[in-house]
């Protein structure tokens, strides 16, 4: 009861001794502060937009409008959709090249090696690989590769095949490239070689659960 006696007297005053005036003062002093700060912000911000439109302006004037980075136009209205020239950046334009050079090559090698890539096939089937053995692209000596197709991997110049068979008891697995100077044909021995259940076609882009299974599954070599 002393305790809480004590707290109220001070605490009157307290208060006694600050006047509202200067409470008022002290206010009104914060609230000039706040909007200094506020008006010196919208200012730097002002400024910021003007350099950036004078950096703009200038690039525009200096680069030609054919090496001019990709500009993103705002529309005026939803309705209006003006004609606009759309620029690429570099980044784009070289992706945009290297696919073009990708492409173009892939045609043109699908057109000189039409025993490799013109070879109707698919997951699941038996075929038949020839290729250079040793001594390089020129060499004549040759090998034949069989196995089941496992997976077909698209990628442009890097599309490849991956092969399962069994020699000597024990499953290989190969990994041929199709667009490597060094495979010269293929050759489709069994189509639907691996087969579901109760014989019907297997619908898979990839059989990699064979990896796991009988690798007798994918004998295609038959050994004397």
Excluded: W
């Amino acid at each position: 009861m002393f305790r809480q006696l004590t707290f109220s007297i001070t605490s009157r005053l307290a208060l006694a001794q600050f006047p509202l005036s200067s409470y008022c003062s002290s206010l009104a002093a914060t609230e000039q502060k706040i909007a200094y700060f506020s008006s010196t912000t919208n200012r730097r911000e002002q400024q910021k937009n003007v350099f950036a439109e004078e950096d703009m302006s200038k690039r525009q004037a200096d680069i030609d409008p054919q090496d001019m980075p990709f500009l993103h136009f705002r529309r005026t209205s939803s309705q209006e959709q003006p004609n606009r020239q759309k620029f690429k950046i570099p980044r784009k334009r070289a992706s945009k090249l290297f696919h073009q050079i990708n492409t173009e090559l892939v045609q043109d090698n699908v057109e000189q090696k039409p025993a490799v890539l013109q070879v109707p096939f698919r997951v699941g089937d038996a075929i038949e690989v020839t290729q250079v053995a040793s001594g390089g692209v020129h060499s004549t000596e040759m090998e034949t590769v069989r196995g089941v197709v496992l997976g077909i991997r698209h990628r442009g110049l890097g599309s490849a095949i991956y092969i399962r068979d069994m020699l000597m008891g024990e499953p290989m697995e190969r990994h041929i490239p199709f667009h490597s100077p060094l495979v010269k044909s293929i050759k489709v021995l069994q189509t639907n070689f691996v087969k579901g259940k109760e014989g019907k076609k297997i619908k898979r882009a990839k059989l990699y659960y064979l990896r796991k299974r009988n690798p007798a599954l994918c004998r295609v070599t038959r050994e004397k």
